[in-house]
């Protein structure tokens, strides 16, 4: 049987991020095989996994990056179980890695099977959940393109949003930004009125026409009441109609043609932990 030091434990640790004790172990089982020993690491993380197939993933750490032209973006969440776990450091500096390198792939899928540090990100995943002990998970996975992309994360990596210009002047960096935190904060359901879907449309105006039946309206009235009704819930509820949140004076479109006449919010995209 091979002998089993205190250095190579260190180097599993290292190596991991698994426990000490859990180390010497994994080591012993595989008789000194780092590459066996980091395989029994991982199986035991499998295992965990599976026992924790059925535990809620609402915490973690809601990440933004865009690429060095400022012309793609990515945002993700890493999910784990527990603020104090979304909160650590490393747990937030590995969620960044994974963002960074999920810039490079265009679905969750690809993403998931791209190779992290010798492993792909699936089995990091795995792995982790052995090491932290917390059911680990990429919930959201949402790419961005544009002519400008700028993104935004809330304090406390609750959440993180992307935001896409039709084009890319000077100021295009702040005026994204500022778009972005309004995205974070009124969370719209869709870019304008042609991104909100029929089903909700259609909703929508069978709540307005029900209140004001309630009201006491005549059934004459109520289309075009309903459809004034219907304006004001594009305006709450789309991103470029809603008033802009530093100046409620200016919708958000205006405040981006502020910066230039012919500019526009192209795309945004959002992702919230719970």
Same mark, same amino acid.
């Given at each position: 049987?091979?002998?089993?030091?205190?250095?190579?434990?260190?180097?599993?640790?290292?190596?991991?991020?698994?426990?000490?004790?859990?180390?010497?172990?994994? +080591? *012993?089982?595989?008789?000194?095989?780092?590459?066996? !020993?980091? #395989?029994?690491? /991982?199986?035991?993380?499998?295992?965990? =996994? &599976?026992?924790?197939?059925?535990?809620?993933?609402?915490?973690?750490?809601?990440?933004?990056?865009?690429?060095?032209?400022?012309?793609?973006?990515?945002?993700?969440?890493?999910?784990?179980?527990?603020?104090?776990?979304?909160?650590?450091?490393?747990?937030?500096?590995?969620?960044?890695?994974?963002?960074?390198?999920?810039?490079?792939?265009?679905?969750?899928?690809?993403?998931?099977?791209?190779?992290?540090?010798?492993?792909?990100?699936?089995?990091?995943?795995?792995?982790?959940?052995?090491?932290?002990?917390?059911?680990?998970?990429?919930?959201?996975?949402?790419?961005?393109?544009?002519?400008?992309?700028?993104?935004?994360?809330?304090?406390?990596?609750?959440?993180?949003? +992307? *935001?896409?210009?039709?084009?890319?002047?000077?100021? !295009?960096? #702040?005026?994204? /930004?500022?778009?972005?935190?309004?995205? =974070? &904060?009124?969370?719209?359901?869709?870019?304008?009125?042609?991104?909100?879907?029929?089903?909700?449309?259609?909703?929508?105006?069978?709540?307005?026409?029900?209140?004001?039946?309630?009201?006491?309206?005549?059934?004459?009235?109520?289309?075009?009441?309903?459809?004034?009704?219907?304006?004001?819930?594009?305006?709450?509820?789309?991103?470029?109609?809603?008033?802009?949140?530093?100046?409620?004076?200016?919708?958000?479109?205006?405040?981006?043609?502020?910066?230039?006449?012919?500019?526009?919010?192209?795309?945004?995209?959002?992702?919230?932990?719970?």
């Amino acid at each position: 049987m091979a002998t089993i030091t205190a250095a190579d434990v260190n180097k599993l640790r290292t190596a991991t991020g698994a426990g000490m004790m859990d180390c010497k172990k994994a +080591l *012993v089982e595989a008789d000194g095989d780092f590459e066996l !020993a980091i #395989e029994n690491l /991982r199986k035991k993380g499998q295992k965990v =996994a &599976a026992n924790r197939s059925d535990r809620e993933s609402t915490e973690g750490a809601a990440i933004a990056v865009v690429n060095a032209d400022k012309t793609t973006g990515v945002v993700i969440t890493l999910n784990c179980e527990t603020d104090f776990v979304g909160m650590n450091e490393s747990f937030v500096k590995m969620a960044t890695e994974m963002a960074n390198q999920a810039l490079n792939y265009d679905s969750k899928e690809a993403f998931l099977a791209s190779d992290f540090n010798g492993i792909t990100i699936a089995d990091k995943l795995i792995e982790q959940t052995g090491v932290i002990g917390e059911k680990l998970e990429i919930r959201t996975f949402e790419k961005l393109e544009g002519a400008f992309v700028g993104s935004y994360i809330h304090s406390g990596n609750k959440i993180a949003t +992307l *935001v896409a210009l039709s084009a890319a002047p000077a100021g !295009a960096d #702040e005026v994204s /930004r500022n778009v972005a935190m309004q995205a =974070a &904060a009124m969370s719209p359901i869709a870019l304008n009125e042609a991104g909100v879907d029929a089903v909700t449309i259609e909703k929508e105006i069978e709540i307005a026409k029900d209140l004001l039946r309630q009201e006491g309206k005549p059934e004459g009235m109520l289309d075009n009441i309903a459809k004034g009704k219907l304006a004001r819930f594009f305006k709450d509820n789309t991103l470029v109609n809603q008033d802009y949140i530093k100046d409620n004076k200016l919708s958000v479109a205006a405040y981006v043609k502020s910066l230039d006449k012919d500019l526009i919010v192209t795309g945004f995209k959002r992702a919230a932990l719970g």
